[in-house]
């Protein structure tokens, strides 16, 4: 199952998991039909390893800074941002994105090694693409093991949310250093909480003040560990 996950090219995170789950993943779909052609292939090709399943659409995603590593606060570095409108990608941008979807700090001799083209011309391109915003940010993929460090998804199910509900929540994300992502979401959860902690006390600290500050809009949360990341890619395809 695992191995076809990883090699799926729409499937961007792969991460087994200790708690209510065993594993999750994220696809990635232009459209409602490519999503559920690709959610129906996975189900017959492994669903009679299926004893329950949770499907969630994610809206947004804030990513910050790890400001836990240095003992500084968090600032807000990256974001899906579904209000841009559809770009038509040029075959030579979709290779330079998959050439440094897996090291960012690529230098352009290699990129323009990789896919065949010069250095004038990844260059140039790599600068288009970052000032029409087809890159919104660069991050690190750290091995939380040799760091000692732990990595949580908390799944919140929500009620009575709003804009300034919302707005409140992702402020609370940036100034909790331990939070590196938070998504917002619909399905069976409207909201989940990435965090990377060095003790699970840590990670109870941060959920107790989450939950005493927005007590009036939380109906249940889930705690998943994940115990081993397989994949994780920003442009898979």
């Given at each position: 199952?695992?191995?076809?996950?990883?090699n799926?090219?729409?499937i961007?995170?792969?991460?087994?998991?200790?708690?209510?789950?065993?594993?999750?993943?994220?696809?990635?779909?232009?459209?409602?039909?490519?999503?559920?052609?690709?959610?129906?292939?996975?189900?017959?090709?492994?669903?009679?390893?299926?004893?329950?399943?949770?499907?969630?659409?994610l809206?947004?995603?804030?990513?910050?800074?790890?400001?836990h590593?240095?003992?500084?606060?968090?600032?807000?570095?990256?974001?899906?941002?579904?209000?841009?409108?559809?770009?038509?990608?040029?075959?030579?941008?979709?290779?330079?994105?998959?050439?440094?979807?897996?090291n960012?700090?690529?230098?352009?001799?290699?990129?323009?090694?990789?896919?065949?083209?010069?250095?004038?011309?990844?260059?140039?391109?790599?600068?288009?693409?970052?000032?029409?915003?087809?890159?919104?940010?660069?991050?690190i993929?750290?091995?939380?093991?040799?760091?000692?460090?732990?990595?949580?998804?908390?799944?919140?199910?929500?009620?009575?949310?709003n804009?300034?509900?919302e707005?409140?929540?992702?402020?609370?994300?940036?100034?909790?250093?331990?939070?590196?992502?938070?998504?917002?979401?619909?399905?069976?959860?409207?909201?989940?909480?990435?965090?990377?902690?060095?003790?699970?006390?840590?990670?109870?600290?941060?959920?107790?003040?989450?939950?005493?500050?927005?007590?009036?809009?939380?109906?249940?949360?889930?705690?998943?560990?994940?115990?081993?990341?397989?994949?994780?890619?920003?442009?898979?395809?």
């Open positions: 199952i695992i191995d076809y996950l990883v799926h090219k729409h961007r995170w792969v991460v087994s998991c200790s708690g209510g789950w065993d594993l999750n993943f994220s696809i990635m779909a232009k459209e409602p039909q490519e999503f559920v052609q690709i959610y129906r292939d996975i189900e017959n090709a492994f669903g009679e390893f299926i004893a329950e399943k949770n499907v969630s659409l809206i947004k995603s804030p990513g910050f800074t790890k400001g590593l240095i003992g500084q606060k968090s600032m807000k570095v990256l974001e899906y941002a579904p209000e841009l409108k559809e770009r038509e990608v040029e075959e030579v941008d979709r290779k330079i994105l998959k050439a440094i979807s897996q960012a700090r690529k230098s352009i001799i290699d990129i323009a090694k990789e896919i065949n083209s010069t250095i004038d011309i990844v260059r140039y391109r790599l600068k288009k693409i970052e000032k029409n915003k087809l890159i919104s940010g660069y991050t993929q750290l091995n939380l093991a040799k760091i000692n460090l732990l990595r949580y998804s908390v799944f919140f199910s929500l009620h009575k949310m804009e300034n509900v707005k409140k929540m992702i402020e609370f994300a940036k100034v909790n250093h331990n939070i590196i992502f938070i998504l917002i979401l619909i399905g069976s959860y409207d909201l989940s909480l990435e965090l990377e902690v060095s003790s699970h006390q840590i990670l109870e600290s941060v959920i107790k003040k989450f939950r005493e500050i927005f007590a009036e809009n939380i109906n249940d949360f889930e705690i998943i560990l994940n115990t081993y990341e397989y994949k994780y890619d920003y442009y898979p395809f």
